[in-house]
C-alpha cells in the first residue's frame, strides 16, 4: 500500500490485507486470517478460529470444538459427547456403559450398580433384581435363587429356607412343609414321614410313635391305640396284631398277658370268659375240655 506523493509501496503487516492500489491495509475479520505482504485473508479450517487482525489461527482446546471454517468462537461440547484433541471440528459421542458432562475430554464409565446408552449424561440405576459391572450398557437380571437390590453389583444367593425367581430383589421364605438349600429358585415339598416348619432348609424325621401321611406336611401325627410305628420318617402306623394291643404313640405293641386276648388294632386285650383260658400274646380263648373248669381269665 502507499499514501499519496510515496516513493514506495509497504507491505501489510500480518492480520491485514490490500488488493491493488490500495492506500492502506484492512483488517482481517473474525473467523480469518492473513501472512504478511497479503492481497486477501483466509479462513481458518473448521477446529480453528480467530479474531479480529489475525495472523495465525488458534486451535480449539479439547473440550471444544469449531465445526465449521472461518468459526471466531470455539463451541463447548455438550453433556454426552467429549472431544480429546486440540482443533478439531466436531465432538465425539460417548459410547454405551459411559457418559459425560459439558466440555468433557473423555467420557467416564458408569459405576458397577449403574448403566447407560450411547450419548449419555448421567449413568442409570440397575433396578431391582438386576445388577452391572463397572462400563456397563446394560444391567444383567439375576438368575433364579439370586436377588438383588437397586444400584447392586453382584446378586447375592438366597440363604436355605428361602428362594427366588429370577429378578427377585429379595428371597422369599419357604412355607411349612417345603425347604429349600442355598441358591434354590423354588422350595421342594418334604416327603411323607418328614416335617419342616418355616423357612426350613432340611425336612426332619417324624419320630417312632408318629408319622405324616402325605407330603408337605408341618407336624407329625400321634399314631392312634392299637397301632404303632417303631421306625422314624415313616408315612403311617401299622395296626397292632392279634395278640397285642397299644395306646398312643405307641413304638411297639404289647403281648395280651395269659388268659387275655385280643383282636388286630386292639387298644385293650380282653378277659378270657369262664371256661376259657389263654396264654401270653393270644388272639382267642380255648375252651376247657370236659372235666376241666377255669374261671375268667385264667391262663
Do not use: V
Given at each position: 500500500y502507499a499514501g499519496s506523493g510515496s516513493s514506495s509501496c509497504l507491505t501489510c503487516d500480518g492480520g491485514r490485507y490490500s488488493n491493488a492500489s490500495f492506500?492502506?491495509?484492512?483488517?482481517?475479520?473474525?473467523?480469518?486470517?492473513?501472512?504478511?505482504?497479503?492481497g486477501s485473508c483466509s479462513s481458518c479450517s473448521a477446529g480453528f478460529i480467530s479474531w479480529d487482525q489475525a495472523s495465525t489461527c488458534i486451535a480449539c482446546s479439547a473440550g471444544t470444538h469449531a465445526p465449521t471454517a472461518s468459526s471466531s468462537n470455539c463451541t463447548t461440547c455438550l453433556a454426552g459427547k467429549f472431544q480429546g484433541s486440540t482443533g478439531q471440528p466436531n465432538c465425539v459421542n460417548c459410547e454405551a456403559g459411559k457418559y459425560s458432562g459439558d466440555a468433557a475430554t473423555s467420557c467416564l464409565s458408569c459405576d458397577s450398580g449403574r448403566y447407560s446408552n450411547r450419548s449419555s449424561t448421567v449413568c442409570s440405576v440397575c433396578s431391582n433384581g438386576t445388577f452391572s459391572f463397572s462400563g456397563a450398557d446394560s444391567c444383567t437380571t439375576c438368575e433364579a435363587g439370586k436377588y438383588a437390590g437397586s444400584g447392586s453389583s453382584s446378586c447375592l444367593t438366597c440363604d436355605g429356607?428361602?428362594?427366588?425367581?429370577?429378578?427377585?430383589?429379595?428371597?422369599?421364605?419357604?412355607?411349612?412343609?417345603?425347604?429349600?438349600?442355598?441358591?434354590?429358585?423354588?422350595?421342594?415339598?418334604?416327603?411323607?414321614?418328614?416335617?419342616?416348619?418355616?423357612?426350613?432348609?432340611?425336612?426332619?424325621?417324624?419320630s417312632a410313635g408318629t408319622h405324616a401321611p402325605t407330603a408337605s406336611s408341618s407336624n407329625c401325627?400321634?399314631?392312634l391305640a392299637g397301632k404303632f410305628q417303631g421306625s422314624t420318617g415313616q408315612p403311617n402306623c401299622v395296626n397292632c396284631e392279634a395278640g397285642k394291643y397299644s395306646g398312643d404313640a405307641a413304638t411297639s405293641c404289647l403281648s395280651c398277658d395269659s388268659g387275655r386276648y385280643s383282636n388286630r388294632s386292639s387298644t385293650v386285650c380282653s378277659v378270657c370268659s369262664n371256661g376259657t383260658f389263654s396264654f401270653s400274646g393270644a388272639d382267642s380263648c380255648t375252651t376247657c375240655e370236659a372235666g376241666k373248669y377255669a374261671g375268667s381269665g385264667s391262663s
Open positions: 492506500s492502506e491495509c484492512i483488517a482481517c475479520e473474525r473467523g480469518k486470517f492473513s501472512s504478511s505482504g497479503s429356607g428361602r428362594y427366588s425367581n429370577a429378578s427377585f430383589s429379595e428371597c422369599i421364605a419357604c412355607e411349612r412343609g417345603k425347604f429349600s438349600s442355598s441358591g434354590s429358585g423354588s422350595c421342594s415339598s418334604c416327603s411323607a414321614g418328614f416335617i419342616s416348619w418355616d423357612q426350613a432348609s432340611t425336612c426332619i424325621a417324624c401325627t400321634t399314631c
